[in-house]
């Protein structure tokens, strides 16, 4: 399923950075429910999102970017 890619990519790069789910949600401005289900596969996150997560784990967009994924995203 794309959602999981997503939330597997996004959380693999949060855990290599050194953030814990807390701390990154806070960073991010997002609640740690909607980091959550973001990094298990149940929500696709949103371009913006995307956005203010590369800028904070210091990668690009396309770093985040499953391969072979397009960049179909959510509503949050």
Not at 31 to 42: C, D, K, Q
Not at 44 to 71: H, I, S, W
């Amino acid at each position: 399923m794309e959602t999981e890619k997503w939330g597997r990519r996004i959380r693999a790069f949060r855990k290599l950075k050194g953030y814990t789910q807390e701390r990154f949600a806070k960073d991010l401005g997002v609640s740690v429910s909607i980091l959550g289900e973001i990094e298990r596969g149940n929500r696709l996150p949103t371009e913006q999102f995307l956005q203010m997560a590369a800028k904070c784990l210091n990668v690009t967009v396309d770093e985040l970017c499953p391969p072979g994924e397009e960049r179909r995203l959510g509503d949050v």
